[in-house]
């Protein structure tokens, strides 16, 4: 017998036992969550989940789970999801609950470098939040509202001067989606760096900054779908496939750009530091280095603008198929001002405090948001070690230690129990016209959960808010929207559970 021939022959017990032991771990790991029910095959593959990840389909996905098998339903082989408000409020209060490597991971720019999104550690979360916090409440900056006014200003006059349909002029269409991200990233990067993008006065992606970030987001979305996020992060060959900011095009350019503001300020003398009052000058004071400054430059800048142009295209989308919604809104915007109860800012732009007052605008933005949230990641913990405990309708659960749990947004804010039959509708007067005390409270703190909770909860939160009310009472008190295709109202995909959405083309007059 040949050599080959003897390995050959002895190859096969060998196999055999792998695949026992294979087998057996599987059958471990199946019988290991066997309590919880999913979608077929999910408890012995990641594949079912990979390939709606892939499809950027994962959000629906999630809602149908947990619709079909319950509260918690099982989506891989140690990975489960939630839509229970209650239970999703507990993993984020509970300090020995922690991020999920394989999914925060995937999230981040740089090879082996983490920013406060990415960050898996608690204790140097906890630590660099402390840290930004300042600096995106606004306290140290006392021109924050005025200088979201100036480039709310600036989206007007854009809207105005060259977008205006008339009777004797054609219509002219507008990519809606793009003009709310010129928005939103001129606002973001003032109020960050103090260096405006300048998009809404060029009415252009410049240096194609938004494409680049969504190549990005394409690129982490692909990488995690399939498993492969460890090579990104591999010694060597990770820092040969990562972007770098040295690029020409794609996302390591758009790094780029960010790593040359913040390499200008930190050269900038120091009087000259202590005159700025912007993101970077605060994070600057609370000691971050300028390698975690340029890492939190770009989360700032990305996170902080998608998000909100999502809830802004949101809100617009809902109230143009919704006539008697923006009928009504615009009444109400009429009627105050009417009345002299709208206060407006030195820049004639209506207050922060003024549209608090609206109790129909914040009605559509509250509910525009749950049917539509601006994120739908799947944002996973693991469970401590020592494993949980949680109930739900009177009966316990037990989660073992070190499952992955994550949130269905869509099934969270779609919940029939909770926001009764007509859940998936728009509907603004369901904030208005519930007389359950007790439910209407319930239906509040669940929305609230679109900002996250705890530790977790969204830095630009106050922010955002400032950004969407100001926006849609100014557009809508001054100007009419409509789709031009309603069959066709924009493209939509959810890359890493952020929305890209392109081709939200409407027709602009003046009222």
Request: glycine content about 8%; proline content about 5%.
């Amino acid at each position: 017998m040949t050599i080959l021939e003897t390995v050959y022959a002895q190859g096969w017990p060998l196999l055999a036992v792998l695949l026992v032991i294979y087998a057996t771990k599987k059958i471990a790991a199946y019988r290991r969550l066997s309590h919880f029910k999913g979608p077929f095959g999910s408890g012995f593959t990641q594949f079912p989940h990979s390939r709606r990840l892939i499809k950027t389909e994962a959000s629906a996905w999630y809602e149908d789970a947990v619709n079909e098998y319950g509260p918690i339903a099982r989506i891989g082989p140690n990975l489960l999801i939630t839509a229970n408000p209650e239970i999703w409020a507990r993993i984020n209060s509970k300090p020995n609950y922690k991020r999920t490597d394989w999914f925060y991971q995937s999230a981040r720019f740089e090879y082996q470098r983490d920013m406060i999104f990415s960050q898996t550690d608690n204790a140097l979360h906890d630590k660099r939040r402390k840290q930004l916090a300042p600096g995106y409440s606004g306290r140290e900056n006392p021109a924050l509202e005025a200088t979201i006014d100036t480039h709310i200003l600036s989206l007007l006059h854009l809207l105005r001067t060259k977008y205006l349909s008339t009777p004797t002029h054609p219509v002219i269409p507008m990519d809606l989606s793009k003009k709310i991200q010129y928005l939103t990233l001129d606002i973001i990067s003032t109020l960050g760096t103090s260096r405006p993008f300048g998009m809404l006065a060029a009415d252009a992606d410049i240096s194609s900054y938004i494409a680049n970030g969504e190549a990005g987001l394409l690129i982490g979305n692909t990488f995690m779908a399939l498993g492969l996020e460890g090579i990104r992060q591999a010694p060597l060959i990770g820092k040969l496939i990562a972007p770098s900011p040295t690029d020409s095009s794609g996302f390591g350019k758009m790094l780029g750009t960010c790593f040359e503001i913040v390499d200008a300020r930190w050269a900038e003398p120091e009087a000259e530091k202590k005159k700025r009052v912007d993101m970077l000058a605060s994070w600057m004071k609370a000691g971050l280095s300028r390698d975690d400054l340029r890492s939190e430059t770009v989360e700032q800048i990305l996170a902080g603008s998608d998000t909100t142009a999502s809830a802004l295209r949101g809100v617009f989308l809902y109230l143009m198929t919704n006539p008697r919604v923006y009928g009504r809104l615009q009444r109400e915007f009429d009627e105050a001002a009417e009345k002299g109860g709208v206060e407006v800012g030195e820049t004639g732009v209506v207050t922060l405090a003024a549209t608090k007052r609206m109790v129909y605008l914040q009605a559509v933005i509250r509910e525009a948001m749950r049917v539509w949230p601006p994120v739908v990641n799947l944002f996973p913990h693991d469970v401590p070690p020592e494993g949980d405990t949680v109930v739900v309708d009177g009966r316990s659960w037990f989660l073992p230690g070190g499952t992955e749990i994550g949130l269905s947004v869509t099934g969270m804010m779609h919940s029939k129990e909770i926001f009764g039959e007509d859940a998936k509708c728009f509907r603004p007067e369901r904030w208005l016209e519930e007389e359950d005390e007790e439910r209407l409270v319930r239906m509040t703190r669940t929305t609230d959960l679109i900002f996250g909770h705890g530790r977790w909860q969204c830095l630009g939160k106050s922010i955002a808010q400032l950004e969407i009310g100001k926006t849609v009472y100014e557009v809508l008190r001054k100007f009419d929207l409509a789709l031009v295709d309603p069959t066709r109202p924009w493209r939509t995909k959810a890359p890493l559970g952020l929305f890209v959405i392109n081709d939200m083309w409407v027709q602009v007059t003046a009222r």
